[in-house]
């Protein structure tokens, strides 16, 4: 089964940075977009970041702008959610995802469409 793995979750500060990377053990990345999606406790799931296959394509969401930053290295088959100046509010699980070439509207909003999850790792962003 195909499989997506995030890592470099963890608990971190206000204001601090964290890297999460997403890789797949057994298919290639080059044709996905990937998209980067977290979920509060109690809330629903949302878009974070979407890139698409030839990264020619990047989507965030307005309440990352300017804060998160989401690349790829396809010779690596990973892709990568910098995120800088974290809020407590940024806290939940993220996880990523795939579809082929581009994010739709209704891939980023919802992760419905979607072809492939990662089973997520956890942020929290704490004093």
């Known amino acids: 089964q195909l499989q997506l793995v995030e890592s470099g979750g963890g608990l971190v500060q206000p204001g601090g940075s964290l890297r999460l990377s997403c890789a797949a053990s057994?298919?290639?990345?080059?044709?996905?977009?990937i998209g980067w999606f977290r979920q509060a406790p109690g809330k629903e799931r949302e878009g974070v970041s979407c890139i698409s296959s030839s990264s020619s394509s990047i989507n965030y969401a307005e309440s990352v702008k300017g804060r998160f930053t989401i690349s790829r290295d396809n010779g690596k088959n990973q892709v990568y959610l910098q995120m800088n100046s974290l809020k407590p509010e940024d806290t939940g699980v993220y996880y990523c995802?795939?579809?082929?070439?581009?994010?739709?509207?209704?891939?980023?909003?919802?992760?419905?469409?979607?072809?492939?999850w990662g089973t997520g790792t956890p942020v929290t962003v704490s004093s």
């Open positions: 995802a795939a579809v082929p070439s581009v994010c739709g509207y209704e891939e980023f909003q919802t992760g419905r469409g979607m072809h492939y």
């Open positions: 057994s298919f290639s990345l080059d044709y996905y977009a």
